[in-house]
T-cell receptor, first 111, second 115 residues
Framework: GENVEQHPSTLSVQEGDSAVIKCTYS??????FPWYKQELGKGPQLIID?????GEKKDQRIAVTLNKTAKHFSLHITETQPEDSAVYFC??????????FGTGTRLQVFP | GAGVSQSPSNKVTEKGKDVELRCDPI?????LYWYRQRLGQGLEFLIY????????KSGLPSDRFSAERTGESVSTLTIQRTQQEDSAVYLC?????????????FGPGTRLLVL
């Protein structure tokens, strides 16, 4: 079955710097890759997603890139702000069915 | 509009007891998912319902776990003879089967502690 690995497990950046979180997946049939943000005590919230027919997608300060050949995808957050501090999860699925999640990255943005 | 709701928000039980966790999906969402999140870890898929199709139960960790869904609305996850390793946050998500992305929207979760 699908396996998703996520790095780093923790990431600390200064406000205004960029943050990059990387994931790899194992099943070449996976074609949908969402990223979720989870704040303490809350359920995960979708922040951006990408399908396998697209290499990059941007939404304001957030971007996701996908390399299908290498089975890598990454989340890029520019101009980080303290409110970006949270745990971020990547996931992979086939046809947006059950999601297989990475182990999460705890991002801390220091003012 | 209203999001996914789950109840109870917290549940403390004794080892060996049965528990029922409830999920109310977003109105009109035909797909419903249950995930488990152990402390400090990622989410593990448990079970998936889509309309009237047979559910995908491939993630259920043992036969002590079961789930039901009434039509395209409420779902109940039941854990029988709870064990301490069942302690986790149980998250429910729902999605529409229309549109190209079919985003899964998560509820706040039920925090289960088995003593």
């Amino acid at each position: 079955g699908e396996n998703v690995e996520q790095h780093p497990s923790t990431l600390s950046v200064q406000e205004g710097d960029s943050a990059v979180i990387k994931c790899t997946y194992s099943d070449s049939a996976s074609n949908y890759f969402p990223w979720y943000k989870q704040e303490l005590g809350k359920g995960p919230q979708l922040i951006i997603d990408i399908r396998s027919n697209v290499g990059e997608k941007k939404d304001q300060r957030i971007a996701v890139t996908l390399n299908k050949t290498a089975k890598h995808f990454s989340l890029h957050i520019t101009e980080t702000q303290p409110e970006d501090s949270a745990v971020y999860f990547c996931a992979a699925s086939i046809n947006t069915d059950k999601l297989i999640f990475g182990t999460g990255t705890r991002l801390q943005v220091f003012p | 509009g209203a999001g996914v709701s789950q109840s109870p928000s917290n549940k403390v039980t004794e080892k060996g007891k049965d528990v029922e966790l409830r999920c109310d999906p977003i109105s009109g969402h035909t797909a419903l998912y249950w995930y488990r999140q152990r402390l400090g870890q990622g989410l593990e898929f448990l079970i998936y319902f889509q309309g009237n199709s047979a559910p995908d139960k491939s993630g259920l960790p043992s036969d002590r776990f079961s789930a039901e869904r009434t039509g395209e609305s409420v779902s109940t996850l039941t854990i029988q003879r709870t064990q301490q390793e069942d302690s986790a946050v149980y998250l429910c998500a729902s999605s529409s089967r229309t549109g190209s992305m079919k985003t899964q929207y998560f509820g706040p979760g039920t925090r289960l502690l088995v003593l």
